[in-house]
């Protein structure tokens, strides 16, 4: 860049001395930019600090790109759009509960965790670790869906909110096909899944850290295998009467809960995006863990 020239502007002062500085109106701009940028900042600390859910600045990203947010305990969120998606599959084709194939219209965006809640944000919150494989970066397991509402309960204590909970069965299924109308989000064929995919068929019968995969077209990972996935709703046999809205079904046909995904105990056809199962609410396993929504 070529060299530029100030000139200098002159006082006489009473005595005839020469003070060399800055012409007086070059100095009241200088001195209103130095203003204006003080508030800006001010401002912009400000916003970062409201949108954090807390006092505390957690992703100074989120303020330009509110695609990933984080909270307090390090947990990474997704923005996931609202939209219109077809749910299941045809009742001749459905496994076990999974059809009929109906469609969904969710209203409202919302966040969904990127990752399965870990055992390192487990303890954060709850100050014990349930889990049978133990690792910070593993997903948190043999947690029942009794105990992920106490953790719920008290994550959004901790981070002064009413937003986080377990997704409906309809805004997991929705987020996991991510656009796609196909048996996995990435397509439909089982070789592929290694890429995607923590399963029984290829590597045994042992969770492993999230987000070690490839994610889903949302940025979504371990949506399918490595650990079930409780969501809120109770069972139904069939989809028939399910919310078209998208929200929580409940009134089950017995006292039990719906898990969505998978895990490592899981084939490669257990582990398609319409595969469903069920358990009761104080049942724990080494392979069933959750992953968050946060309201908008």
């Not at 505390?56 to 923005?79: E, P, R």
Request: aromatic content about 12%.
């Amino acid at each position: 860049m070529a060299d530029i020239e100030i000139k200098r502007g002159y006082e006489i002062l009473p005595d005839n001395n020469i003070r060399e500085r800055m012409p007086k109106k070059k100095s009241k701009i200088r001195k209103n930019i130095f203003m204006l940028v003080i508030v800006l900042g001010a401002l912009l600390v400000g916003f970062i600090m409201f949108t954090s859910g807390s006092g505390v600045i957690h992703d100074v990203s989120s303020l330009f790109n509110q695609k990933t947010i984080t909270n307090s305990i390090g947990m990474k969120l997704v923005l996931i759009p609202a939209g219109e998606f077809k749910m299941g599959e045809p009742s001749d084709e459905s496994w076990y509960g999974s059809g009929p194939a109906h469609i969904v219209n969710i209203g409202k965006p919302y966040y969904m965790g990127k990752y399965e809640v870990t055992q390192k944000q487990w303890v954060k919150v709850m100050g014990d670790n349930p889990s049978d494989f133990e690792g910070n970066n593993l997903p948190v397991m043999s947690v029942s869906w009794n105990d992920a509402q106490e953790f719920i309960k008290k994550l959004n204590t901790k981070e002064g909110t009413n937003k986080y909970r377990l997704p409906s069965e309809a805004e997991w299924e929705y987020a996991a096909r991510a656009g796609t109308t196909t048996r996995y989000s990435f397509g439909d064929s089982e070789s592929d899944l290694d890429d995607y995919a923590w399963h029984s068929e290829k590597y045994g019968i042992e969770p492993h850290p999230v987000g070690k995969k490839k994610s889903n077209p949302w940025g979504l990972y371990d949506m399918q295998g490595n650990v079930w996935e409780w969501v809120q709703d109770e069972w139904h046999d069939n989809y028939y009467g399910a919310p078209s809205d998208g929200s929580v079904w409940g009134g089950g046909v017995r006292s039990t809960v719906v898990m969505r995904g998978g895990s490592c105990t899981s084939d490669a056809k257990n582990c398609q995006l319409a595969v469903r199962s069920e358990s009761y609410p104080v049942h724990s396993s080494p392979y069933l863990g959750f992953r968050l929504l946060k309201e908008m």
